[in-house]
């Protein structure tokens, strides 16, 4: 890949992916442990996700929609206020902590038209049938696991013929995927322990974004080539790809600086929508 950073090569995959889990039982995505605030922090700091989010609505009707990576379940219960009622949302995570997040979210909230089902899982070894869901969407997760190129045959297993995959992941070159790699590196090469009273001090507006940076075990990043080729080996048909987010501090910009994301070619992600061939 074009920029891959594993803290230790030397580990077995499942070794990662348990590391990878205690990181995120750690810190689940986000932070901020009520969902009302995690929404409100998550869609001012990402506010083109909504959009995208309601296209998946649109494009679920009534159908099942899995989420790779649902993490505390934030976007699972944003979907489930607007699907049809009829529509089956089913959430996998391998951090127990964040599922045990998600699940409290929604017995919290009173207005969602679905019950949410979160589960523990590997986005590696998926605990369902072949063609099952409707829609995949999943958002952040792909970079951190150990072998993206599993993950995407095994969503593509899950997936009826012809049926929908949105998927979000880093895009190499991004401010923020540039900083992060300088920071683990030099973090690496002093081997000195991060330090986190910074990431605490700064989480209102970042986040567990510092924190993952520095800390999380893999965080990979990808060209759109990359992407494209990958998809397409795993049996999908690629329909847009195209950058978007500028993860930038919580203050207020990122709504009127999204376009740029997009328009300048310079997201944090790329957000891919693929399609199983029918
Ligand atoms: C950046 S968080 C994103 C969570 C959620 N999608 C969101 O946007 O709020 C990454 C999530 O991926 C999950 N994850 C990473 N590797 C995974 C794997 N192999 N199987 C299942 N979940 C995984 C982590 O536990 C974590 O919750």
């Keep these: 890949m074009d920029t891959e950073t594993v803290s230790s090569q030397s580990c077995f995959p499942r070794d990662l992916v348990r590391r990878t889990a205690a990181f995120w039982d750690a810190h689940p995505c986000d932070g901020y442990?009520?969902?009302?605030?995690?929404?409100?922090?998550?869609?001012?700091?990402?506010?083109?996700?909504?959009?995208?989010?309601?296209?998946?609505?649109?494009?679920?009707?009534?159908?099942?929609?899995?989420?790779?990576?649902?993490?505390?379940?934030?976007?699972?219960?944003?979907?489930?206020?607007?699907?049809?009622?009829?529509?089956?949302?089913?959430?996998?995570?391998?951090?127990?902590?964040?599922?045990?997040?998600?699940?409290?979210?929604?017995?919290?909230?009173?207005?969602?038209?679905?019950?949410?089902?979160?589960?523990?899982?590997?986005?590696?070894?998926l605990q369902f049938d072949d063609s099952m869901f409707d829609v995949l969407y999943s958002m952040g997760v792909l970079h951190h696991t150990p072998s993206i190129e599993t993950a995407l045959s095994e969503a593509h297993r899950v997936l009826k013929p012809g049926r929908p995959a949105f998927v979000i992941v880093y895009r190499s070159g991004s401010l923020k995927l540039t900083t992060a790699n300088v920071v683990r590196k030099i973090a690496r090469t002093v081997k000195r322990p991060t330090d986190h009273s910074a990431a605490r001090r700064y989480s209102r507006w970042l986040g567990t974004m510092v924190r993952e940076c520095v800390d999380v075990p893999i965080l990979r990043c990808y060209r759109r080539k990359q992407i494209t080729t990958m998809f397409r080996l795993s049996g999908f048909d690629v329909l847009n790809i195209q950058p978007a987010g500028l993860s930038l501090p919580n203050i207020g910009v990122n709504r009127i600086l999204e376009h740029l994301a997009r328009d300048l070619n310079i997201g944090s992600y790329w957000c891919v929508e693929a399609r199983k061939k029918p």
Aim: hydrophobic content about 30%; glycine content about 8%; aromatic content about 6%.
């Design 33 to 125: 442990p009520h969902i009302v605030d995690r929404m409100r922090f998550r869609y001012h700091k990402e506010p083109w996700l909504p959009q995208l989010l309601h296209k998946i609505v649109e494009t679920t009707k009534n159908g099942s929609m899995l989420e790779l990576g649902c993490g505390q379940g934030t976007d699972a219960i944003y979907v489930c206020q607007r699907l049809g009622r009829d529509a089956r949302y089913t959430g996998i995570d391998c951090s127990p902590a964040s599922i045990e997040s998600a699940r409290r979210a929604s017995d919290e909230l009173s207005n969602l038209r679905v019950e949410p089902q979160f589960l523990i899982g590997d986005v590696e070894s």
